[in-house]
């Protein structure tokens, strides 16, 4: 617990910088908005229109096209940008629609009478019936925070650090605490926020000074502390940083941390860990150097960059075909493999396959029809899955998607009676759960490998060499013991990484 | 001193004032009496043009307002809402500043003439902080009065400003008016449905019905000479009003 209370500066600061400024923003952008679509009548059903139907998209969704939108228009596409815009855009229609009802509210006397004392457009607007409609205005913004902060829990996907982070590690690695330190920091942000736009509010309404001067102050002094660190880390990311890639799912976030500490203990420049990022996130935000270092699998890339039909093939034979296309494609560097593989593997309870004599997935076909298959999000649509079904013919009676985290637990207990494990996740042997032999090789190999732009190699050589110290230093039987350290043993993936760099950096 | 030549206001196909025209002098008060709907708050504000006529023109002072800009014609116009018109979210002092801040008074010689139009209107100090809604009817109509008052317009004008108010209260700011109008010699035009209201206060009547004016003159005028039976109607009912309270007083005095 107090491991994750250590987090939770960094993490409220990045929080902070995201949701804030993307609050400042939404409200200079809806506000003027607004005052023009209640101006210009024909105006306002397409604008709120538009606005109705961005806050229809999924949170998740919204920031996560973000992603592939900034890629395509050659910005930065993974980390605080795509987070920040698709708060905005969320942040908007709620201060959008209540300056418009606000303004359009407003009792027409009042506005005859503003007129009538001589009061141009402009003076109407500023004088009377902004602030008539301030109230209903304000009570939008605060929607909008409540929103806005509870949505930037969401930012953690798209690379940005966030309380998010909490959450999303938390889950994928069974941290109860954390995921609750996450939401528990979100909320009270939210409901602090929210407080004290209510208190400018009333303190604005009754004119009592001293309430409203409390309130702006905290505000203006959460905005002043929001903009100095983000100042200074613009200031920091002109001077160097190496930034480590991690996709979701535990040992990922193990690697990454390994990664950065080699780094930083052998060159002395900072790394940092983006984490939660998707798989193809993580390969493209690598190609377009936003992120320098990962580690991904010679058969993700061989079965989904590559589109080779699968077979019977050697590890080293796809290890150098995977160099040398990821070279000449893509300019990215393998600097090595770890040493253990991860493979995809389809796994059932030992005694369910003892008892129906499974061994290998040829001696599954039969039985498959009566059976139910579980996979993570991406499995379904992976082209090993479509290759291990053509290969022997697999035809299951029903399959389900799920979070990888809960796979284990639901093959354990009989809720499904396959899944598509991954072969270093120390809960197959702690749950006894089977790996089936793939014995006609659909499959291919998935060594771990590191991966660095070209950029890092030609600017960092040394860091480089750093991580190709790492290279062999992780048997199969080590990867599953640091997983399962963090999966069931609770502890963080920071502090496994570190147990390892320390007996790493104490061999001669 | 005011000039309407001709005013005629169509909305849409129908007709909300048809070719009226009269003329009010420096210093005069005209009321400008009839049922509803006929037409007299369509007239008041195409005076100062917060509706545009259709055809026709004013004169203030021999200048057709058309000339000016709305809004700068309107700041030397007083305007006093038939329903009352204060700005709810300032304070009484505040919705009185309004049209000397428009007109760029500095902060101390607004604050002296705000003062001064308070008192005028009978507003007591305490008040002046607090805002519309913390006032009464009456308080709130005399402040409409003020505000209007504030930039020491040329010309006044006022749709059924007492029309809301208690008999008391309507009396007591009908007779402060006259006093504010003797004193400061207003020119205004005043829209009333109330003859009794009309007769007590005005110099001249202008009697409308259906969009048209059918007779102006002074309240003798009208008296003894009605122009038609619409007119008749209005004055009929003060009339009876006097007779029966005339014979109660009788009845009392015997
Ligand atoms: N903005 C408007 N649009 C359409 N008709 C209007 C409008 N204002 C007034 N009218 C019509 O014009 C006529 C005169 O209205 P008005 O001048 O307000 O009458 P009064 O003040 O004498 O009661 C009425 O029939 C009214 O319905
Ligand atoms: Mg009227």
Known sequence: ??????????????????????????????????????????????????????????????????????????????????????????????????????????????????????????????????????????????????????????????????????????????????????????????????????????????????????????????????????????????????????????????????????????????????????????????????????????????????????????????LVEVERFLRDRHGIVVVGALGFENAYALAMRRAMAERLSIRRISDLVVHAPALSIGGDYEFFGRAEWRAVRETYGLGFAAQRSMDPSLMYQAAAQGNVDVISAFSTDGRIAALDLLILKDDRGAIPPYDAVILASARLQHRHPEAIDALRRLVGTIDGDTMRRMNLAVDEGGQSPGAVATVFLDALWRKP | MIEVRRLTKLFGDAPAVRDVSFAVSAGELLALVGGSGCGKTTTLRMINRLIEPTSGTVLIEGQDVSALSGHVLRRGIGYVFQRVGLFPHMTVEQNVAVPLSLLGWEAGRMRGRVGEVLELVEIEPALRQRRPAELSGGQQQRVGVARALAAEPKLMLLDEPFGALDPLTRDRLQRSFLRIRKRLGLTAIFVTHDMVEALLLADRIAVMKDGRLVQVGAPQQLLASPADEVVERLLDTPRRQARAFDELMAGVAR
């Open chain 1, 1 to 318: 617990m107090s491991e994750q209370l250590d987090l939770l500066p960094g993490y409220l600061t990045a929080h902070l910088q995201i949701a804030l400024v993307a609050l400042l923003v939404g409200i200079t952008v809806s506000i003027p908005l607004g005052v023009l679509a209640a101006r210009v009548r024909w105006l306002e059903q397409p604008v709120l229109g538009l606005a109705s139907v961005i806050q229809t998209i999924p949170g998740l969704a919204l920031l996560a096209i973000m992603v592939p939108l900034l890629a395509a228009a050659h910005l930065p596409s993974i980390g605080y940008l795509p987070a920040f815009i698709g708060l905005v855009l969320y942040s908007v229609l709620p201060i959008l629609r209540n300056t418009v009802t606000g303004l359009a509210t407003i009792d027409p006397a009042l506005v005859e009478a503003a007129r009538g004392v001589g009061m141009t457009p402009r003076q109407r607007l500023v004088r009377v019936e902004f602030p008539l409609a301030l109230p209903v205005i304000i009570a939008g913004i605060r929607t909008s925070t409540v929103w806005t902060v509870g949505m930037a829990t969401l930012s953690t996907p798209v690379g940005a650090t966030s309380l998010g982070n909490y959450i999303f590690s938390g889950l994928q690695t069974r941290n109860l605490s954390a995921v609750l330190v996450g939401c528990i920091a979100a909320a009270t942000l939210a409901l602090t926020l929210d407080g004290l736009v209510r208190l400018v509010a009333i303190g604005w309404e009754r004119r009592r000074h001293g309430m409203l001067g409390v309130a702006l102050g905290a505000l203006a002094l959460l905005y002043l502390y929001t903009g100095v660190t983000l100042g200074r880390e613009l200031v920091q990311a002109r001077q160097e940083r190496i930034l480590v890639g991690a996709k979701t799912f535990t040992e990922q976030y193990i690697l990454s941390e390994i990664l950065a500490g080699q780094m930083t203990h052998e060159t002395g420049m900072a790394a940092a860990v983006a984490q939660s990022l998707g798989s193809t996130v993580a390969f493209d935000a690598l190609r377009s150097g936003e992120i320098d270092v990962y580690v991904d699998y010679s058969g993700t890339i061989w079965a989904t960059l590559m589109h080779r039909e699968t077979g019977a093939t050697n590890r080293s034979d796809v």
